[in-house]
């Protein structure tokens, strides 16, 4: 089973910035295409970017202009911008994708554990 790692996460000030890095748990996953969701204290889990295997990006409403969403061929990670953060961007961020394992294994729909962002005022 195929798991995703993320990386970046902590506390910060409205306004500032913050990088989160999704890596599969080995070094022969490559992640083709991505998303990131995030889940607030009693909130459902939504949907905040994705990429396509054509390196296509899409956002949330509640993000756009402010996150950017990227993959990183090289460290073959996922990454998540998150610039002019907001409380209400507090969250346990998720990321998931599909991809591929080795020379020709393939994997669809692996998760990550989350990693927590909180935004003060």
């Known amino acids: 089973q195929v798991q995703l790692v993320e990386s970046g996460g902590g506390r910060v000030q409205a306004g500032g910035s913050r990088r989160l890095s999704c890596a599969g748990s080995r070094s022969d996953i490559r992640i083709i295409a991505g998303s990131w969701y995030r889940q607030a204290p009693g909130k459902e889990r939504e949907w905040v970017a994705s990429?396509?295997?054509?390196?296509?990006?899409n956002y949330a409403d509640s993000v756009k202009g402010r996150f950017t969403i990227s993959r990183d061929n090289a460290k073959n990670t996922v990454n998540l911008q998150m610039d002019n953060l907001k409380p209400e961007d507090t969250a346990v961020y998720y990321c998931?994708?599909?991809?591929?394992?080795?020379?020709?294994?393939?994997?669809?729909?692996?998760w990550g554990q989350g990693t927590q962002v909180t935004v003060s005022s």
């Open positions: 990429f396509n295997s054509g390196g296509n990006a």
């Open positions: 998931t994708g599909q991809g591929i394992i080795g020379t020709s294994g393939t994997f669809n729909n692996a």
